[in-house]
């Protein structure tokens, strides 16, 4: 089956050789299940150099996951979490934090995919009154749906605001080796460093082949989620595979390599097409993702030869990723073959 070029989504791209290779190397007799063998202790030490040794980590299978279960150990029922309109949590998890925490998710409007204080200061009303869902917890995506990235001092800004009034601060750092590959720093100054309480650290966006990690900042959330993560159907018995990944992953920067090459694929991306007088990009391309109108006519010809998603209908805004293993070669095809369309 020939598959088409794909610039829908980095979840589309294949596995980077190094974590396979770590893969085929865990892959070597009998070691104790459910993360108590020593490539997961190796890959939680991995961690705490890159966040802090004050950490506690959790790897979960799957993205979705890792936000629910989180976002689980710091929300009860009756709470609220409040997160952009465009979030991840909000769009795209069928509502699973709704039918698995039971709380409320109030979305902030957002244009850049980016939260405010402003805009979270909006939904910090009846507090203590019995009919409103309590606002708990704060969900901010790092980078974000749209490409966008937060500066470490708006996160700041706003980990301050949301510890002032007793709440948490969760990121959904999916896509955070890209943003910290965007900024120029580490993955914890944009993270651990700047007020995150609980963060969703996914690496299968850039090169893994599964798993996601939970790592609480602040230990007081991470009380028997242990318990939360089983319950959750998340406890991997195989860990090691997930765990042997994280180790190549944390080493010798495979994250920030593959991260910076996407970025670099977007950014190339984006200086071509704006050269395409009818096309405008929509958003700062800040990470691996470009947005842009173009042409409704001339979408459903560029898709019969590359695969990517319309993000809004109505606008005709498309969304195009790049991934770790996207090439030159393959971003200078698309933008001659744009030309050809969209005259």
């Known amino acids: 089956m020939k598959i088409r070029t794909s610039f829908a989504s980095d979840n589309n791209s294949g596995v980077h050789p190094e974590a396979l290779q ?4 865990a892959n070597d007799g009998h070691t104790i299940a459910y993360g108590n063998d020593p490539y997961t202790e190796t890959a939680i030490e991995k961690l705490k150099e890159h966040f802090g040794k004050s950490i506690d980590a959790y790897f979960v299978f799957a993205g979705t996951a890792a936000n629910v279960l989180g976002l689980r150990q710091a929300a009860d029922t009756f709470h609220s979490v409040l997160c952009a309109d465009s979030a991840h949590i909000y769009v795209d998890e069928c509502g699973a934090p709704e039918q698995y925490i039971g709380c409320k998710l109030l ?12 805009g979270i ?10 009919h409103h869902s309590q606002p708990r917890v704060v969900s901010i995506t790092q980078a974000t749906e749209y490409g966008t990235v937060y500066s470490p001092e708006e996160i700041k800004t706003i980990a301050d605001f949301v510890h002032e009034r007793d709440m948490v601060l969760h990121m959904d750092g999916a896509r955070l080796s890209n943003a910290a590959a965007s900024l120029g ?24 082949m599964f798993g996601e990690c939970i790592l609480f900042f602040n230990k007081k959330l991470s009380q028997h989620f242990k318990y939360i993560r089983k319950q959750g159907m998340q406890l991997y018995s195989k860990m090691r595979y997930i765990a042997a990944q994280y180790i190549s992953f944390l080493t010798d920067d ?17 200086e071509e097409v704006e050269k395409i007088p009818k096309i405008i990009i929509t958003q700062k391309v800040q ?3 470009v947005f842009a109108i173009v042409p409704a006519e001339a979408i459903p010809l560029l898709q019969k030869k590359y695969f990517f998603y319309v993000w809004n209908e109505k606008t005709s805004e498309v969304r195009w990723m790049t991934s770790f293993d996207t090439q030159e070669e393959d971003v200078r095809d698309f933008v001659d073959f744009m030309r050809q369309i969209v005259k």
Do not use: Y
């Open 22 to 25: 770590a893969i085929c190397a």
């Open 287 to 289: 990470a691996n993702a």
């Open 185 to 208: 720093v580490n993955l914890r100054q944009t993270s651990a460093d700047v007020g995150v309480d609980i963060l969703s650290f996914g690496g299968t966006k850039n090169g893994l």
């Open 107 to 118: 979305p902030i409007h957002s244009r850049d995919g980016k939260v405010s204080v402003e």
């Open 121 to 130: 200061q909006k939904h910090l009303h009846g507090i203590g009154f019995e």
């Open 254 to 270: 495979l994250w920030l390599r593959n991260a910076r090459h996407a970025n670099e694929m977007a950014l190339l991306l984006a």
